[in-house]
Nanobody, 116 residues
Framework: QVQLVESGGGLVQPGGSLRLSCAASGFTFSSYAMSWYRQAPGKERELVAFISSTGGRTTYSDSVKGRFTISRDNAKNTMYLQMNSLKSEETAVYYC?????????WGQGTQVTVSS
């Protein structure tokens, strides 16, 4: 059974940091590219960051470049998103996604609230 379980969300003040994790099981994690998405209330889901299956290539949306870092540990079947200098407009549910050749899996999401 495929599972992607996000954790690490919560309430943080503007300018603060959080580290999200995505634990994968039920598929060959190291064969899948991974991404983080987010969806704010009333908005469409948007791509935040991408990492290739080996971790050798990463890309970021312009809005988070220089503040967020995506990484993965294939030995632990886990992906991470280090988020620094968070802004209030980044309040959203953050989802992890695994994808490979037309096959895609989603986690249930973790809430990140940036507020003072």
């Amino acid at each position: 059974q495929v599972q992607l379980v996000e954790s690490g969300g919560g309430l943080v003040q503007p300018g603060g940091s959080l580290r999200l994790s995505c634990a994968a099981s039920g598929f060959t994690f190291s064969s899948y590219a991974m991404s983080w998405y987010r969806q704010a209330p009333g908005k469409e889901r948007e791509l935040v960051a991408f990492i290739s299956s080996t971790g050798g290539r990463t890309t970021y949306s312009d809005s988070v470049k220089g503040r967020f870092t995506i990484s993965r540990d294939n030995a632990k079947n886990t992906m991470y998103l280090q988020m620094n200098s968070l802004k209030s407009e980044e309040t959203a549910v953050y989802y992890c996604n695994a994808h490979r050749y037309g096959s895609a899996y989603w986690g249930q999401g973790t809430q990140v609230t940036v507020s003072s």
